[in-house]
């Protein structure tokens, strides 16, 4: 049974920089690909960014290109996602999502199977 475990949201001023954290477990994701989310209040829920656990190749939202990058650490079966430059608007509830996929990476959350509980980020202006 997949599990995924987020942690690392919290509060912090515009411009600033958090890490969130997908601890997965219950599977080997060499074959897996990864996703973030997040949704803000009254919005739907929307794609960040994805990596393919096995090639390594990634996917960003244009909003936060040049600003989060996603990467993964095989050793710690864990997800990540940088957040530089962070901005009011990035204010949402950060979701990690798993799926199986060997080549592909994927945008729309109703294809990921697995999903973690998520972690609140704030940024203040």
């Known amino acids: 049974q997949v599990q995924l475990v987020e942690s690392g949201g919290g509060l912090v001023q515009a411009g600033g920089s958090l890490r969130l954290s997908c601890a997965a477990s219950g599977r080997t994701f060499s074959s897996y690909v990864m996703g973030w989310f997040r949704q803000a209040p009254g919005k739907d829920r929307e794609f960040v960014a994805a990596i393919n656990w096995g090639l390594g190749i990634t996917d960003y939202v244009d909003s936060v290109k040049g600003r989060f990058t996603i990467s993964r650490d095989n050793a710690k079966n864990t997800v990540y996602l940088q957040m530089n430059s962070l901005k009011p608007e990035d204010t949402a509830v950060y979701y990690c999502?798993?799926?199986?996929?060997?080549?592909?990476?994927?945008?729309?959350?109703?294809?990921?199977?697995?999903w973690g509980q998520g972690t609140q980020v704030t940024v203040s202006s």
């Open positions: 999502a798993a799926r199986s996929g060997y080549s592909g990476l994927y945008r729309d959350p109703h294809q990921y199977d697995y």
